[in-house]
């Protein structure tokens, strides 16, 4: 009875935010939590490099928070970097969040890519497209 007095409450929701940068180009990638791995897809970084943000916060036994990138090569996507962190992330006073600075380079022409990634935790959803 007393809720419906307050109004209606809003729904929060978490995100992980990596940031990455090639060629002096950084981008904001945000994760949603998903059911399913196998649901994310890759983004393209540069022409050679693809990074993947795979971010479960249920069930307890699969919550965690992966990130891959890969070589784009003429036979396919080849695995070049895998990190996974626990859920929920440690909070870390380090300016490069959860993650810590990632350099990965490119087997082929010595490129680097770096990134680091952010929790955000219990953020206001206003307006949220479901993966």
């Known amino acids: 009875m007393v809720l419906a007095l307050l109004g209606p409450v809003p729904a929060l929701a978490e995100d992980v935010v990596c940031h990455c940068t090639y060629g002096g180009e ?4 945000v994760a949603a939590p998903v059911e399913s791995a196998y649901s994310v897809g890759v983004i393209e970084i540069g022409s050679y490099f693809r990074f993947r943000v795979v971010f479960q916060n249920r069930p307890a036994d699969l919550a965690a928070v992966k990130a891959y990138a890969y070589a784009d090569t003429d036979d396919g996507l080849v695995l070049i970097h895998q990190a996974t962190y626990p859920y929920p992330p440690a909070r870390h006073p380090s ?3 959860f ?3 990632h350099q990965v ?3 082929v022409t010595d490129g680097e890519m770096q990134y680091w990634c952010e929790w955000k935790p219990d953020k206001p959803m ?3 497209r479901r993966p």
Do not use: A, Q
């Open 95 to 97: 300016p490069y969040g």
């Open 99 to 101: 993650t810590g600075l």
């Open 126 to 128: 206003l307006h949220r």
């Open 105 to 107: 380079y490119e087997p």
């Open 26 to 29: 950084t981008r904001r990638l």
